[in-house]
C-alpha cells in the first residue's frame, strides 16, 4: 500500500524535472545567461565617420556661391574703377542677357570661391572685353578686366588665364579681324599680371 502511494508523487517529481530542463532547451540553467530565444532588440549600429562611403565635412570648403547677371551688373556699374565704354553699354542695357553673357567658370586664385567669367558685348553679335567676378557670399566683386574685341577666354591646367582676342587691319571687314591675339596672365596674389603676348596673323 505504502509504494502504491509513493508511486504517484515519484512520478510527479519526474515529470516536474523533465520540464524544467525543457525551459531553457538544455538540461542546465545558467544564471544570468540570456535564452538564445531573447526578443530584446538588438543595439543599432553607430555608423562611423571614417568608414567607406563617408566624408568628414571640411571647414575650409563652402557651398557653391550663385550669381546671377543681374547681380553682376548692378555691381560693375557701382565700382568707379570700371572700364567708361563698358559702363556705357551697361548704362544702357534694359535685358541684361543682351549685353552681358558668361563664361568659364575658373579658380585662378586659387581660393575658396571660383571667379565667374562674364562677357560685355552688344546683342550678343559683338564682344567688346570681359571681366572675372569672384563669387563670394557678399556678392559677386571684380578682379579683373579686359577690353578686347571677340574676347574669349578660358584657364590652363597650371591656373593661368589665356584670352584670345582679335586685332582689325585697316582693309579687314567688321566680322573679320586678321590678326588673333594670344595673352596669358597669371594672378600675382594682389591682381593679374600679363606673363606674355603673341599676335598670329589668319591666312
Do not use: H
Not at 14 to 24: D, I, T, Y
Not at 141 to 157: F, T
Request: charged share 20%.
Amino acid at each position: 500500500m505504502r509504494a502504491r502511494q509513493m508511486l504517484p508523487a515519484a512520478l510527479a517529481a519526474v515529470a516536474l524535472m523533465l520540464s524544467a530542463g525543457c525551459a531553457n532547451g538544455s538540461g542546465l540553467r545558467v544564471e544570468g545567461a540570456e535564452p538564445a530565444t531573447s526578443t530584446s532588440p538588438a543595439p543599432a549600429a553607430t555608423p562611423s565617420t571614417k568608414g567607406f562611403g563617408q566624408q568628414t565635412p571640411d571647414p575650409r570648403r563652402t557651398a557653391p556661391v550663385t550669381v546671377s547677371l543681374g547681380q553682376v551688373r548692378l555691381k560693375l556699374l557701382a565700382d568707379k574703377k570700371l572700364e567708361p565704354f563698358f559702363r556705357s553699354i551697361l548704362d544702357t542695357c534694359v535685358v541684361v542677357e543682351r549685353c552681358m553673357s558668361r563664361g568659364p567658370t575658373v579658380n585662378v586664385t586659387k581660393s575658396q570661391y571660383p571667379q565667374l567669367v562674364v562677357y560685355i558685348q552688344l546683342d550678343r553679335s559683338f564682344t567688346y572685353g570681359a571681366v572675372l567676378m569672384a563669387a563670394e557670399p557678399t556678392g559677386p566683386r571684380r578682379i579683373w578686366g579686359l577690353r578686347g574685341d571677340q574676347v574669349k577666354i578660358s584657364a590652363s591646367r597650371s591656373g593661368q588665364l589665356v584670352v584670345e582676342s582679335g586685332v582689325f587691319g585697316t582693309n579687314d571687314k567688321p566680322c573679320c579681324p586678321s590678326v588673333t591675339r594670344l595673352q596669358v596672365y597669371r594672378w600675382n596674389g594682389r591682381q593679374m599680371l600679363l606673363e606674355s603676348s603673341q599676335d598670329q596673323k589668319g591666312d
